[in-house]
RNA sequence: GCGAGAGUGGCGGAACUGGCAGACGCGCGAGACUUAGGAUCUCGUGGGAAACCGUGGGGGUUCGAGUCCCUCCUCUCGCACCA
């Protein structure tokens, strides 16, 4: 027989090797269709392939093949995020070089990714620890550089004291190094900026434009960027220090300006030193400052830290009350934000609330609840801004939205201060006392100072060896040979900057050198980068919410201004897909336990294969190795192939939701697949005849008609419609995948019937719905797809075929089911000709036999009619 | 605490604008073909003996509510001293 067993091993090599034979999904600019950018975020390269990756890039890849069979001429490429931590941890770990861990993952992963079939143009692949891609991060450093916008400053990184290193954010846990488990503290170091605070208001504005991206991402990125309109006030000092009349402080709140009885500075602030000089709290205020600054990370952003301070001995004057007020330390104002000093309003702020309760400092009501019903003591601080202002002078009477207008005229008015606008969102430091990342292209000369690197001697390579041990500060500091150079400006003895890049500056702009990956004389062709940008569709995970978004956003903002490209955003669609979970096991004894290490079954209970224990199932959680919940797809892939493994991802639930792992769900995804194998090979004989052209031409041509024939169509053009706008809407491939299982369903009917009678319409028809399954379920499953393609008699590749369109016509229904309700519970079905009108229905549905027996008797209130869907008879007692 | 999202059969999940709840898959049951089948094909499968009851609980709007409104509960994910 010709079916015989469906061989995905060797159908899928052939087509995969077909592919990269022809140069299938390579690509270039044509100006005669539709260009069409599709893009997943690209890998980390850490050894292998996990779940989460066939995920999402089985999701892209449909959305690449299917809008390649819709005409447009698809962009869809592939690369590596090849710099980063992982492989100094290698090197350290096992002595293997950073360069040679990271190449053979990158081999190892890409033979991965073309098994799963993906439609990429591997021509445009990227790796960016590459000189030819870190060259170009070193090149857009030094344009920012010139432009203002890479800058240097004293910041404080996170330190762990026992390795005597720094960390990097994620390296930090808790509050803790990931390595030896010691409180992390901050240390001041100068460190490379960008000014990302510069595009703040138009990467907040840019959300406004962004349709096509999830609520809750913009969400997120509009709370990081934190837009706040308030003022900037100066409160005079009650004894001016020499050089400092006044302290600044930044509100949103200064309708209740006259509540404020207190002033707080942050524990950094340098005025603190100033205000305490020779004052006999000095020793004291300095001894909190120094507790505080050497907490540890977590313990001082911990939620629930508790409000605490100490007093300056200086007062300050409330410019609007003329009340002298003390000045204090308190460990909650941040030096970062604002000015580092706050007015202190406990009547209408928690947190100055809970301080002036601990230090008996006075509390003024000044803002009163419309209901009037507030009153002193307060028992808690009323921050609602409904209300309107009490013992606020003038102001007193007004609600809070026009007094905040107000009271911002007449600090302006009276030369108080001014308005002012607040981003919690920081500029982002780049500096990485790290081996595998860009060498950051600066030089210092005892002459010159900062110097950049000439443009002509990039790239700033990474030297090969350098002891990487963990420990200490930058590893290219220990590299004489990079370290020496000589200053580019005077000739004389320069010192290379040792530190490297944030990994996150490589994915800033990985996007645009995929439009031109080749080019040799600038980071992007303006002209490709113009055709291909904006990426219309990126996937990837929700995790990139913020950072690399946000980075990615502000990156083709600053490569805009540099002139090389003119859109503001990179991408105009984004899906976030969901996790890849699986539940898991404990053992008392050996704690996680992978599905290997467990013996017995669901019904009689797990047990622990190494001790015998029962094995707690515990929740299903993300897949993760800690876990040991993590199911391989390479294992997965030589099972049942890679078709399957991307059927099973798409189906089992909707792209953005989290996924759940199920090898039933695996086996289903398998034998469906078989199932379209078996029927199209059965069918194969009875459709030979047929053309492969225009097979509605012939359907039409020599069909009488019948019954069958009409049914057989109006399922094909139904299922045509129903993937295509599954699809279309918001990538609903799960419910495009379950009507295609019922297409199959249904063919399996008609090849019984269609069999017997032979008949040269139906056997058309047949071709028709063939031809359709196998075109539409080929974004999802390629492989299968292209074998039967050409068992059907095809010569082409389907990867290069027209999705098909459905005829609106066919899929008429000319006999419809109505159910009819009596006092809205369904009563009968009625099978009434599609043409009938309303009346002609209502009448039917009254004379219904089972009708009729729930409304005897009664009397007929109402009668809705829903054309085509539904009768409503509403009845009461006669 | 604030913000967002979600609670539907034994399980994963369907149900666009209010209109037959449970598509499709898994699991389960029955049958067919078979030396055999954990393959394949067909049929059935929310609960209940039934009237009826069923989309986290309670209330409301409506001829009609999974869908809209109010309220409460639970879970998940973000942000958590940003003045």
Redesign the pocket.
């Known amino acids: 027989m010709a079916e015989q067993h469906y061989d995905h091993q060797h159908t899928e090599a052939k087509w995969q090797r077909a592919w990269a034979e022809q140069e299938t999904f390579c690509v270039t600019e044509d100006p005669a269709r539709p260009k069409y950018y599709c893009l997943e975020m690209f890998p980390y390269p850490s050894g292998r392939i996990h779940m989460g990756h066939v995920r999402n890039y089985a999701i892209g890849d449909v959305v690449a093949r299917y809008k390649r069979m819709r005409g447009f001429n698809v962009l869809h490429p592939m690369g590596w995020d090849a710099f980063g931590l992982p492989a100094e941890n290698a090197a350290i770990e096992r002595g293997v070089h950073p360069q040679i861990w990271t190449q053979e993952n990158i081999a190892y992963m890409r033979a991965q990714l073309k098994r799963m079939g993906l439609s990429y143009d591997w021509s445009r692949e990227i790796a960016t620890c590459e000189p030819d891609y870190y060259k170009w991060n070193q090149w857009l450093f030094l344009e920012f550089y010139k432009k203002k916008l890479a800058y240097k400053k004293h910041s404080a990184v996170n330190w762990c004291p026992s390795c005597e290193t720094v960390l990097a954010n994620e390296q930090v846990e808790e509050g803790r190094c990931w390595r030896c488990d010691s409180g992390v503290i901050q240390k001041e170091l100068e460190q490379w900026f960008f000014r990302i605070t510069q595009y703040a208001e138009e990467l907040l504005k840019g959300c406004d434009q962004l349709t096509g991206w999830p ?2 991402v913009l ?2 990125q509009r ?1 990081w960027i ?1 837009k ?1 309109v ?1 003022v900037e006030v100066d409160f005079p000092l009650a004894e001016p220090a020499p050089g400092l009349p006044a302290i600044r402080i ?4 200064q309708d209740t300006i006259f509540g404020a009885t207190f002033m707080s500075l ?1 524990p950094e602030s340098p005025l603190v030193e100033r205000l305490i000089a020779g004052r006999p709290e000095a020793v004291a205020v300095r001894e909190f400052v120094a507790r505080v600054s050497r907490q540890e990370k977590a313990v001082r ?3 629930d ?1 508790e ?1 605490e301070g100490i007093f300056t001995g200086a007062y300050a004057i409330n410019p609007f009350t003329q009340a002298k007020i003390p000045i204090w330390v308190a ?4 030096y970062e ?2 000015t ?1 000093a ?1 007015m202190a309003v406990p009547a209408h ?1 928690q ?1 100055d609330f809970e301080f002036a309760t601990r230090y008996g400092i006075p509390v003024r009501l000044v803002i009163q609840k419309p209901d009037g019903t507030l009153a002193e003591p307060l028992p808690a601080a009323y921050e609602d801004e409904a209300g309107a202002l009490v013992n606020s002078a003038q102001f007193s009477g007004l609600g809070v939205a026009e007094a905040k207008a107000k009271l911002a005229d007449y600090v302006e008015a009276k030369g108080f201060g001014t308005r002012t606008v ?1 981003y ?1 969102l920081r500029d982002w430091g780049v500096s990485r006392q790290r081996y595998w990342g860009t060498p950051i292209p600066i030089i210092y000369c005892q002459a010159c100072g900062t110097v950049p690197v000439p443009a002509a001697d990039l790239p700033v390579t990474l030297p090969r060896d350098v002891p990487l041990t963990g420990k200490g500060s930058s590893p290219l500091a220990r590299a004489a040979q990079f370290v020496q150079v000589k200053c580019p400006k005077c000739g004389g003895a320069g010192r290379r900057e040792t530190d490297t890049m944030d990994t996150f500056v490589d994915s800033s702009w990985y996007f645009l050198r995929y439009c031109s990956p080749r080019e040799g004389a600038r980071p992007l062709d303006p002209a490709k980068a113009g055709h291909w940008m904006a990426v219309d569709q990126y996937i990837g995970g ?1 995790e990139h919410a ?1 950072l690399h978004l946000l980075y990615a956003r502000f990156f083709t903002r600053a490569v805009r201004d540099l002139g090389l490209i003119k859109v503001d955003e990179p991408f105009l669609s984004l899906l976030t897909q969901g996790m890849v979970c699986k539940e898991t096991y404990r053992c008392e004894e050996h704690g996680w336990l992978f599905q290997d290490d467990l013996a017995g079954s669901e019904q009689d209970g797990w047990r622990c294969k190494q001790c015998g224990r029962p094995a707690e199932k515990g929740r299903v959680e993300k897949m993760s190795k800690s876990k040991k919940n993590v199911v391989d797809p390479e294992r997965l892939i030589a099972t049942y192939g890679a078709d399957t493994a991307r059927l099973f991802s798409l189906f ?3 792209p953005e ?2 996924l ?1 792992w ?1 090898d ?2 695996v ?2 995804a398998s ?2 697949l ?2 379209v194998w ?1 029927l199209v090979h059965d069918m194969t004989p009875i459709i030979a005849g047929f053309a492969t052209e225009a097979p509605a031409a012939s359907v039409a041509a020599s069909s009488r008609a019948s019954s069958v024939t009409i049914a057989l169509r109006r399922l094909t053009h139904r299922t045509i419609r129903k993937v295509t706008e599954d699809i279309e809407r918001e990538f ?1 491939f ?2 495009a ?2 009507a295609l ?2 297409f199959v ?1 249904g063919l ?2 008609f090849t019984a019937e269609t069999r017997e009678a032979g008949k040269a319409g139906e056997a058309a028809a047949l071709r028709e719905a063939v031809d359709a399954l196998v075109l539409l379920l080929s974004p999802f499953a390629p492989h299968i797809a292209e074998e039967l393609w050409a068992a059907t008699g095809h010569a082409t590749s389907l990867a290069r075929e027209r999705w098909p369109l459905y005829d609106a016509a066919l899929i008429q229904e000319d006999v419809l ?1 109505i ?1 009819v ?1 009596v ?2 519970k ?1 009563r009968s ?1 009625l099978s009434v000709p599609a043409a009938w009108s309303k009346e002609q229905v209502v009448a039917a549905s009254q004379s219904d036999v089972k009708v009729r027996e729930w409304i005897q008797g009664k009397t007929v209130k ?1 009668i ?1 009619y ?1 054309d085509k ?2 009768v ?1 008879i ?1 009845v009461g007692d006669a």
């Open positions: 609520a809750r969400t997120m709370n934190g706040s308030g930044f509100t949103t709140r942050a952003t911990a939620a830290r409000k460990n909650f104002v941040l934000y604002g580092g706050i702020d947190r607040n919690r929700i913020v089992a639930a909707p939701k989290d759940e199920s039933a769900g086996e289903g034998r469906f078989g199932r078996r609903q799960n419910t995948i379950a299982m019922e369903n399996y009917k089911t159910p309700q006092n809205g369904v079905k109402n809705v829903v869907r539904l409503n509403v």
